[in-house]
């Protein structure tokens, strides 16, 4: 794919330009990155300052130059070249000049169907634990009756299942069920880990395991199929 740019820019001389006797253009490209092709134009020459002069000035500007190229081409073997290029004397001072360059070898980024499939079991994966959180606050926030010594029967564990948040999901997809454990007064990590057959990595994840006391709720996640 080929892109056009057109490049305009005035430069003002000290001196008086009657003519100009002979004018070169260069380019040189320094960046290809991050969709910004950067580089500078190097206008040469030599001209007179009256036209009954006999002796000729040089003279040489640098022209920087920036192409934002849109996101959805690679530009990694763009290739830029002049197309076009004219110049104007303007009040004897002023030389104007145009430029056309060509950007060659553009490519369009092709949509890669499992990228777009990652990005959304990625973004759907965030939305899970967004609602997760939600409950978990909404558990931890719910007032509970609880008798003066902790209770160690099986009345101190709530289960949340909260697989309705999960729909339209796809059939072959896993929901999680997730259970409230009230820390009693014989509880560690340890024991609740083993007793919900759940790591110490998976705990961490959704609560803070440096100071429990009693309690305190615990949400604890377990896969269902």
Do not use: C
């Amino acid at each position: 794919m080929k892109k056009l740019v057109p490049f305009k820019k005035d430069i003002m001389f000290d001196n008086n330009i009657a003519e100009i006797n002979s004018i070169s253009l260069e380019h040189e490209v320094n960046v290809k990155k991050d969709n910004l092709i950067s580089g500078k134009f190097i206008i040469s020459g030599d001209y007179k300052m009256t036209d009954t002069s006999v002796n000729l000035d040089n003279f040489e500007y640098e022209l920087p130059f920036n192409i934002n190229i849109d996101k959805k081409y690679y530009i990694d073997e763009a290739e830029v070249d002049i197309s076009d290029f004219y110049y104007e004397v303007i009040n004897n001072k002023v030389l104007s000049v145009n430029i056309e360059l060509t950007v060659d070898n553009v490519e369009e980024v092709r949509e890669d169907p499992v990228m777009e499939r990652n990005e959304e079991v990625a973004q759907k994966a965030e939305e899970r634990l967004e609602q997760v959180e939600k409950v978990k606050d909404e558990v931890i926030e719910e007032e509970v009756t609880e008798s003066t010594e902790p209770s160690t029967d099986n009345e101190d564990r709530e289960s949340v299942n909260v697989k309705s948040l999960f729909d339209g999901l796809d059939e072959h997809e896993v929901y999680v069920v997730y259970k409230v454990h009230i820390v009693t007064e014989n509880d560690t990590i340890e024991s609740i880990i083993e007793d919900y057959g759940v790591t110490k990595e998976q705990l961490e994840a959704y609560n803070s395991l440096s100071d429990i006391k009693i309690g305190d709720k615990l949400i604890v996640p377990a896969n269902e199929n």
